[in-house]
């Protein structure tokens, strides 16, 4: 029987943990990041600090990270035009990320069993589909790809990606998603010669999953350190129930 992101990890409730911009992680974020399933929280966390740490470096990227539960959204809405406002602007962008679930569930964004990656070309018309787990969430990528043309006005021509490094267990899918992510972001995005054909191919790259989840540990650390550190400085600290915050 396959878990589910949003199993309970523990009897205990969850403690706000790290406020981080946008996104906030709690002490079940932080059970998943050591050695289990991705929750949809730990996912977003990632996609923030690239969004913050790395983007800013190139600010003539025109590059979206769709957040999960957006994805979601756009998965499972029965209302594609009319939600299309709780979308990203759209226009000028050259490429999108979302991480793909394969949770049916239209109310519950962190409900799914196995997280992938599609990466769209919008210059190039062209969704790669990077999956660690064979061809599972092949459907639900190809009705990502066919749902984000509807919003964007264009075909998408999709590409499942064959080379893409498997995982070992049953779950390492969204540490994939996230280290996927960021080499294509930084390799194949933001440091490409403009005058070269970029090959979307991951064909011999090797995936350290071990590896990865203990650097996304290593960043949230630092960044918690960070904020409790700013809170001891501040005159305004709020309630120390509040988890350390970085805006």
């Not at 280290?179 to 995005?189: E, Q």
């Not at 809170?231 to 350390?244: E, I, K, L, T, Y």
Request: proline residues 5%; charged residues 25%.
């Amino acid at each position: 029987m396959a878990r589910h992101f949003g199993d309970s990890l523990g009897m205990s409730a969850p403690k706000p943990y790290l406020s981080y911009h946008d996104i906030r992680l709690d002490t079940e974020d932080i059970k998943a990041l050591k050695h289990d399933w991705l929750t949809d929280s730990a996912i977003a966390f990632w996609e923030e600090w690239l969004e913050r740490e790395v983007l800013p470096k190139y600010p003539q990227a025109r590059i979206v990270l769709l957040r999960p539960v957006v994805s979601h959204l756009l998965m499972q809405t029965t209302d594609l035009q009319g939600d299309a406002s709780a979308l990203p602007d759209f226009r000028k962008v050259t490429h999108i990320f979302l991480p793909i679930s394969d949770s049916r569930d239209r109310w519950n964004a962190d409900s799914g069993s196995h997280w992938s990656l599609l990466l769209v070309s919008v210059i190039d018309r062209v969704a790669f589909h990077y999956d660690s787990l064979g061809g599972s969430n092949f459907s639900a990528a190809r009705r990502g790809a066919e749902r984000l043309g509807i919003v964007l006005g264009i075909p998408l021509r999709f590409h499942q990606l064959e080379d893409t490094p498997q995982q070992e267990n049953s779950k390492d899918c969204g540490v994939f998603v996230c280290i996927l992510m960021r080499h294509l972001l930084i390799k194949r995005l933001l440091n490409a010669n403009s005058n070269e054909k970029v090959s979307m191919s991951m064909a011999g790259k090797m995936i350290d999953s071990r590896g990865g989840r203990k650097e996304m540990l290593r960043i949230v650390e630092s960044l918690r350190k960070e904020g409790e550190r700013r809170r001891s400085a501040s005159p305004f600290a709020g309630s120390s129930n509040d988890p350390p915050r970085i805006d």
